[in-house]
């Protein structure tokens, strides 16, 4: 049964119009939040968004991806040390976690739960959507759902009905990302080898023509993901980290 679930597993992005029920969302959660976390200290929190106006203005903050605008909940998943250090001060112990250590802690603590999340869910039936756009626009979106200082929004899933099966993706072999012993130097020849297999896929055949690119590589680094993007949202979320966080 497991098996077959994550061989088949994929991103929906179309959603049934039906609500994803407050006794089902509960159970989900209850569950993920036996996902492993550093020290035992749970280093996350989760806005859960159902209003559709809030849903709305939320959507438009993630760029208005259609996982986004059409999903009846949206799950804003924050790595959060606020409420840890509060606990702490609150019985006078000196709480040093405003720190880059403390906050790689609390991102990876939240990555888990939100992976959790996302399997506990489509095991039941439900179908999710990663939606990282959560970094890209971490102030407006903090602001927007009132989040403290020392907690960020790292990441927000799309949930509900799947209208559909989503598309299905390529990954890379094993070979590609599995290290025995030690990291192995691949040579250009076997780089290029093992991305055929995203060259290949018959669902990206289309994307260097429709972009105006010579291959999948260009349209990865100088479309979807240019350098310009990259380095004007990083220096935004960093201002903001040194100076609200």
Known sequence: MDKIYFSGRR????????PVS??????ILELAAKA???????????VVTRDEERRKQLAALHFNQPASTGAPVLLTICAD?????????????????DNFLSFTSAFADAMILAQQITTIAEMQGLGTCYLGTAIYNAPEISALLKLPRMCMPVACLAIGWPDGEGVATERLPLR?????????????????????VKDE????????????????????????????MNEEFSRKLLEWLRFEH
Request: proline share 5%; aromatic share 14%.
């Open 36 to 46: 492993p976390t550093c020290g035992n200290m749970q280093l996350y929190s989760v």
């Open 201 to 228: 896929f018959p669902g990206n055949a289309a994307f260097p023509a429709e972009n105006g690119k010579d291959n999948l590589a260009q349209v990865f680094a100088e479309v979807r993901y240019p350098r310009a």
């Open 176 to 196: 590609a990302w599995v290290h025995e012993e030690e990291y192995r130097a691949d040579s250009d020849e076997e780089i290029l080898d093992l991305y055929k």
């Open 81 to 97: 040390f606020a409420r840890f250090t509060r606990w702490c001060e609150l019985n006078h112990a000196d709480a040093a976690y």
């Open 11 to 18: 991103s929906v992005r179309r959603f049934l119009p039906e």
């Open 22 to 27: 407050d006794a089902m969302l509960t159970e």
